[in-house]
C-alpha cells in the first residue's frame, strides 16, 4: 500500500508530524506538504508563478503552493508512481458544515480524489493540538479499517472526518454524518495601516446554523469523531427541470415590453 500525506498547516505542524507517525508502518508512507501554512486555500492551484520542491531533514517533502498544489505536482510527476490512498491532515480546528468548501485540508484530499484516488481528511475539532496523539491514534485505526473492511477501491472515495480534542478513553466510536450548516461568519475586522488606509481582516466563522441530530456538528459535541463521505457534483439536481423552463422561455417568440 502506498500513501501519500499532505495538510494545510505546514510541513512542520504537529498535525502532520503525528499523522505520519501513526500511519508510517502501514505502507509506503511519503509527504509532500506546503511550506508554509496555507489554510483555507481550499482547491486553489497555482499557475502564475513556479512551483518549488524541497526536502526537509525528516524526509519530508515541502512545496511553496498550496496543499492542492502539493498533491497535484506529486501525482503528475514528483513520486513517480500512483499512490493507493491520499491522506491529509490532522488540521488544527475542525472542517464541519460549510467550512469543507474552504478548507485546504479537505483541498488536498479532493485533488487525490479528482485523480481518481481514494482520500481521507482528518482535523480535530478545536485549535491548539490538544490531545493529539490520541487524534493521531484513531486516525490509523480508520486507515486501517479502510484498508482491510468491506469498501469498494473500484472507484474514488473522499472521507472528511473530524475528531474532538480529547483523551482517548473519552472519545466515543466513529459516527458516518451528513456536513451541518453555518451562520454567517462574523464581521470583518477593519484597521488602519501604518500609511494611514483601511484594511481589513476576514472575521472568524459563525456559529453552527444546523447542528441537528445526524450532522457533523452534534456528534462531535457528543464526543463522537464524525465521518462524512464527500462528493465533488455541484450540481443543484432539484433544480434542473425549473432552469430548463427559463432556459426555454419564451418558448415561442421574443417577450414584450
Excluded at 501554512?37 to 513556479?50: E, F, G
Excluded at 457533523?216 to 469523531?225: E, M, P, S, Y
Aim: hydrophobic share 40%.
Amino acid at each position: 500500500m502506498k500513501i501519500l500525506i499532505s495538510n494545510d498547516d505546514g510541513y512542520q505542524a504537529p498535525g502532520i508530524v503525528a499523522l505520519h507517525e501513526a500511519i508510517q508502518d502501514l505502507g509506503d508512507v511519503e509527504v509532500v506538504a506546503p511550506e508554509h501554512n496555507n489554510s483555507a486555500k481550499s482547491n486553489a492551484l497555482t499557475l502564475h508563478s513556479p512551483l518549488y520542491v524541497h526536502q526537509a531533514a525528516n524526509g519530508f517533502r515541502y512545496v511553496n503552493g498550496t496543499p492542492a498544489d502539493c498533491v497535484h505536482v506529486a501525482l503528475t510527476g514528483l513520486l513517480g508512481y500512483r499512490p493507493d490512498l491520499v491522506v491529509s491532515g490532522i488540521n488544527n480546528g475542525a472542517n464541519m458544515g460549510d467550512d469543507t468548501i474552504y478548507s485546504g485540508t479537505v483541498g488536498a484530499a479532493m485533488e487525490g480524489y479528482l485523480f481518481g484516488i481514494p482520500a481521507i481528511a482528518f482535523s480535530q475539532t478545536q485549535k491548539g493540538w490538544a490531545h493529539l496523539d490520541a487524534a493521531a491514534r484513531k486516525a490509523r485505526e480508520l486507515v486501517r479499517r479502510v484498508l482491510a473492511g468491506p469498501i469498494t477501491w473500484d472507484a474514488p472515495w473522499l472521507l472528511n472526518v473530524n475528531i474532538p480534542n480529547l483523551p482517548e478513553g473519552d472519545l466515543k466510536p466513529f459516527r458516518i454524518c451528513r456536513l451541518g450548516r453555518r451562520h454567517a461568519a462574523e464581521k470583518v475586522i477593519s484597521q488602519t495601516s501604518p500609511h494611514g488606509e483601511t484594511m481589513y481582516w476576514i472575521g472568524g466563522a459563525g456559529p453552527a446554523k444546523d447542528s441537528a441530530e445526524g450532522t457533523d456538528f452534534h456528534a462531535t459535541a457528543q464526543g463522537h469523531i464524525s465521518i462524512t463521505p464527500l462528493k465533488v457534483d455541484l450540481t443543484d439536481h432539484d433544480g434542473l427541470s425549473m432552469w430548463a423552463g427559463v432556459a426555454a422561455w419564451p418558448a415561442s417568440g421574443e417577450a414584450g415590453g
